[in-house]
Every structure is written in C-alpha cells, then in structure tokens.
C-alpha cells in the first residue's frame, strides 16, 4: 500500500508540471490505473470537475492579411495555395498522387482558372489564419465547419455542403444511435477540439456522464477513428464526411449517434480577395445549391460524393490504405528498386519516386508520342545496347536515375531549392530549350542562375513568337515544363511528409504532425 502511495505521488510530481492538465487537489483522487493509462498513451482525462489546462487553440498572430494577392495576382504567378489538413475526407496521397474530395473540388476550380494547383498542408501546431494572412495559403479548404475562433478573421464562401458531428465507435458495439449512448464512454478528442463544447452541451442537457479525453499534439481525428476500429480507444468524435471517408476502408468501425444539427461547410479567403472570392462563389454555385427540397448537386460533385463518401474506394479491386503511404508505408509497387538506384547516385529516392510519378503514374509499359518509354520515359537514343530493355522497370530507374544525377551534378554550382528546379526542367524539357530560358531572363536583365522570378518566368515565353524567334531552339511549350517542375516539389514534399527518407519499403511512416525538413 505504501509503494502504491508512493507511485501515485512520484506520477503526480511528474505529471502535472509536465503536462499542467490536472488541478492538484483532484488528481490524487484519480485511480492509481487511469494515470498509468494516461501516462502510455499521451492523453489527459477530463470531467465534470476537473480543469481541461489543454484550453482552446492560440488564435492568430497574424490576425489581417500582410500581403496584396487577389485573383489578379495568383495569375500573375499561375500558383493557387490550397492550405488544408491530411486526412481521408479533406486531402491524401493514394497511389502516388494527390486525392482527397477537397483536393480534388479545389483543383477543378484551379484548372478552370488555368492555375497550377499547390497543397500547403499545416504542421500541428500552426495556426491556419497565419498561413492565409501571411500570404502562404490563398484559400483554407479543410472540409471542417469555420469556427468563431477563425471566421472573424477570415471572409467566406458560399456553403458547399452540409455535415453533423457524429460519435464514432466500434463496428460491434451494441449502443443505440442516440444521446444515451455516451453514457460511461471514454471520448477521445483532439488537442484544441472544438468539439469539446458540443460534448459538454449534452453532457448538461441530457443529464450526462461520461469522460473526455485528449489526444496527443500529433494525433488527428483521422488516427483517432483508425484507433477506434483497432479497440484501442472506444469512441471519438468526427465530421460526418470525415467518419464516412475513413470508413470506407476501416469496415471494423461505424458511425453512431449524431451529436449535432448540420453545420455547414465553407472555404475560407483573405479578407482582401473579394475577387478570388466571388470566382470561389460562382464556381461552387455551378456544384451545390441549397433549395427547399434540399441539397442540389451537379453531376460531377455527384461523382465526387460517391467517390469518397458512399465508399467507391472499398468496392474497388485495391483498397485505398494499401495506396496510401501514411497507412501502407509505401508510395509505389517500385520502391525498393527507386531506393536502391537512387541511393547509388546519392539522391532521395523520394523525389525520384515523385518524378516517375510525374512521368508515367508509375505504369512501366507507358511509351509517349515522342517515343520516351518506361518508368522514367527514357528516350531510346540514350539506353545504347538496352534500348530494348527500357520496358524493364529496373533498366529504366537505372538510366533514368542516373540522367538526373547527370543533370543534377551540372548544376552543382546554384542553391539548393534551384538547383533541384532546374535539374526537373531540364530533364523535362532538355538543354536546350533550358538555355534559350535562361538566355531571355539575361536579356530581361535577371538571373539566369534562379528560378523563381527568373528562369520560370521565361520558360512561357518560349510559346510567343517574339520571344522563341530570337532563340536557338525555338517554340517550346514552356508553361508544361514550370508546371512539371512545380508538381514534382509539391509532391515530393508531402512524400517526404509521410515517409522518412532511410525508411524500408513498407515500414510505418513518420507523424505526420513532424516538422518538414528543408529541400536539399
């Protein structure tokens, strides 16, 4: 009994400062087992009772956009930031390539703009108004109702879609899908949960009792609901578009009660953008109306719904958590062969990956018009005797692998980030073509050594005649080649997000709450 005192005050001496989540007078009243459980897992309990130290997230710095960039301006650049979170509803990589049902309304928007799309996704501990506000986002697409905390910081889009709050348990628990069934449970809820406040609300209105729990800073609801339907936790809380995203390929969980009224769904611009703000409108208006007999949805949000949200993902051949890396550990069926060819020429085999992806969607049989072949579209003059082995997916890494480092080893004397741009734009759009660019940035008075500003600006040029006349090469569709470039590094850094760079083939990725390292 002694030991057990002491074990409860050496937790209580350690617990506290470091965590500061309990008040001291009730958390000796706390069962010696419920601190060693809180201990493992990262969390804090919270009831009736017990101070929540955890509070609401730090509002923003940056509380007023810093920067002058409407529609106008993001066509000048030919760049729209899309900041959103990773998970099964909002934005993921399946495949090797970008998805997600947020992803995938915003890029429509971008290409009806003919702007190149850019994912911005957050680390845990950034505040998203700062990233819009400081000019690193342009549009906040989460897929998660504006909270007070945001939206006087913020201008709105028309509501394009409605969602409730949902319990969501374990595929064989019993409960019944109303309020009752939180009777008891253990909720576990996100750091900074807005949905802490719902919780409470029913706790009160319905005579309630039951616990609240907080997740560690890196666990996100889409963890949460993975951890529910391996019974590690019993119940969290969720958007109703995310449970039902995460449920297409987590069968052993279900959506229970629902917890709230619908709650509409917007994205969110700089309170300076009315331009981007009235294309946003127009554009969703064309997809989702509200009328009195509900909802109106276009055909292709309809297709979209379906996709993410009524499970197409689980009736295909392949589930979607063996295509994502976050879930799988792997980016493609070629990894061990990318990561051995890359790590004989000193490169990161994860923007190798991202560049075949770029190249062939990793199909090894894929052969373009002009004759490129393979993985890595290897053109036949430079394979020699193997010309006929480029089909060969090992073959064709090699080679290609070793042409980017070729090209890359050229370029040795630029900074880093220009160095990689140019050793993309180069391998896409060769030598020459590179050098005509860089020849008009010269003319033009800038830096034919730099990439933003300089050289990518020059590249479209190639397409207008007064410009490609005075060249050595001629016409070029240099626009195809910035967007090349520009979707390689925004891939890879979200591969480099989700998998560190000395992991093995089909180990468990990195957090994805870690900070992202630099490009080198």
Known sequence: MNAMRRTRSSLRHFLLPARQTLIRRRARELPLW??????????????????????????????????????????????????TTYNSSSYFIHKGGHAGFEYELVARFAREQHLNLEVVVPDADENLVNILNSGRGDVLATGTPCTEDISEYVVETHPYNFVRKVLVLPADDPRPDDPSSLNGLRIHLPLHSSDRALLQDLK?????????????????????????????????????????????????????????????????VRQNSPELLAALNAY????????????????????????????DWSRQDQPISKGRPDISGRISPWDELIRAAADSNHLDWRLVTALIYEESRFDPEAVSNAGASGLMQVMPRLAGDETDMLLDPQVNIRFGTQM??????????????????FTLATYHAGFGHMSDARQLAMDSGLNPNRWRGAVRRMLPRLMQQRYYSQTRHGFYRGSDTVAYVQAILNRYRMYRRLVPQDARPGELPANLGAAMPALR
């Open 404 to 421: 980017l480092k070729d090209i890359y080893d050229g370029y040795a004397y630029l900074d880093s980030l220009d160095r990689w741009a």
């Open 284 to 311: 969703l208006n064309e997809h989702f109306r509200m009328t009195e007999d509900g909802p109106r949805r276009n055909r292709v949000y309809g297709i979209l719904y379906e996709r993410y949200y009524n499970n």
């Open 204 to 268: 009160q209105r319905f005579n309630l009792r039951f616990f609240l729990v907080t997740a560690g800073p890196m666990v996100a609801t889409d963890e949460l609901i993975a951890r529910v339907a391996r019974h590690e936790i019993p119940a969290t809380v969720a958007n109703e578009n995310l449970a039902m995203a995460a449920l297409s390929y987590l069968p052993s969980a279900r959506i229970g009660p629902t917890l709230s009224d619908p709650l509409p769904l917007t994205w969110q």
């Open 34 to 83: 419920l601190l060693l459980a809180w201990l493992a897992s990262g969390c804090t309990p919270v009831e009736d009772g017990f101070l929540d130290r955890t509070g609401p997230a730090e509002g923003p710095v940056v509380t007023h956009p810093l920067v002058e960039r409407d529609l106008a301006e993001i066509r000048t650049g030919g760049i729209l930031r899309m900041v």
